[in-house]
C-alpha cells in the first residue's frame, strides 16, 4: 500500500529500546487527547487517550505523559518491537463543545532489528 | 472483526462523476464520524453524526460533499461533481456514546482518487 507521512519527522530505534514521541498541542483550552498508530494502508488505530485532569496515563507497554504548563504530550513505547514501526499521530479535542479531533503532523517510528 | 467496515476501498472516478462512500461503524455506536486524509498529513474532519442528526458539518469544504445516516447506523459521504482536489482517503470513525470523552475508532478508509 502507499506509505502515509512521506516527510514526516522520523524516529528510528532498535528493537528493545524504548520509544518517546513528541507532540506539541495547539490549544490551552483543549482537554482530551488521543495518540493513534496508523500502519501503511490502513486507518488509525487507537492506542491511548488521556484527560486534561490528568498528568500520565499508562496502558500495555505504554504510557501517556501530558504537560499541560508547556502543552506538550509524550507517548513511551517500552520494549519497541518491530510491530510498532508505524505513524504515530496525537489527537486533541480543540473545542469542548464540539466533538472534532484535530490531529497533528504525525511522527513516523522505524525499528530497527 | 467488529470493527468499522467502509467501502469501496479503493474508487476511481473521472473529474465531475459523483461518487458515494459508505461507512457500517462498530455495532451500537452512537457517534460517527467522517474524516478526510490527504498524503503526508493527519485527518481532517469533515462530519459528525449522533445517531441520525447531523451535528457537526463545518469541517465539510464545500456544498459538493454531503453526508447522510438516516437510519442511525449506516453513513454515507457523497460528493458530487468531483475535483482532483477531492482525491484523499476518507476515513469514518465511530465512538459508543456522544460524551465528549469517547475515544474515536476508525475504519481502514476509502482511497479516492480522481481523473
Known amino acids: 500500500g502507499e506509505s502515509v507521512g512521506l516527510h514526516l519527522p522520523t524516529l528510528s530505534v532498535q528493537e528493545g529500546d524504548n520509544s518517546i514521541i513528541n507532540c506539541a498541542y495547539s490549544?490551552?483550552?483543549?482537554?482530551?487527547f488521543i495518540w493513534y498508530k496508523q500502519e501503511s494502508g490502513k486507518g488509525p488505530q487507537f492506542i491511548i487517550d488521556i484527560r486534561s485532569n490528568m498528568d500520565k496515563r499508562q496502558g500495555q507497554r505504554v504510557t501517556v505523559l501530558l504537560n499541560k504548563t508547556v502543552k506538550h504530550l509524550s507517548l513511551q513505547i517500552a520494549a519497541t518491537q518491530p510491530g510498532d514501526s508505524a505513524v504515530y499521530f496525537c489527537a486533541e479535542n480543540i473545542d469542548t463543545g464540539r466533538r472534532a479531533l484535530t490531529f497533528g503532523s504525525g511522527t513516523r517510528l522505524q525499528v530497527q532489528p | 472483526g467488529a470493527g468499522v467496515s467502509q467501502s469501496p476501498r479503493y474508487k476511481v472516478a473521472k473529474r465531475g462523476q459523483d461518487v458515494a462512500l459508505r461507512c457500517d461503524p462498530i455495532?451500537?455506536?452512537?457517534?460517527l464520524f467522517w474524516y478526510q486524509q490527504a498524503l503526508g498529513q493527519g485527518p481532517e474532519f469533515l462530519t459528525y453524526f449522533q445517531n441520525e442528526a447531523q451535528l457537526d458539518k463545518s469541517g465539510l469544504p464545500s456544498d459538493r460533499f454531503f453526508a447522510e445516516r438516516p437510519e442511525g447506523s449506516v453513513s454515507t459521504l457523497k460528493i458530487q461533481r468531483t475535483q482532483q482536489e477531492d482525491s484523499a482517503v476518507y476515513l469514518c470513525?465511530?465512538?459508543?456514546?456522544?460524551?465528549?470523552?469517547?475515544?474515536?475508532?476508525f475504519g481502514d478508509g476509502t482511497r479516492l482518487s480522481i481523473l
Open positions: 455495532s451500537g455506536h452512537v457517534s
Open positions: 490549544n490551552s483550552a483543549s482537554d482530551y
Open positions: 470513525a465511530s465512538s459508543l456514546g456522544g460524551g465528549h470523552y469517547q475515544p474515536q475508532h
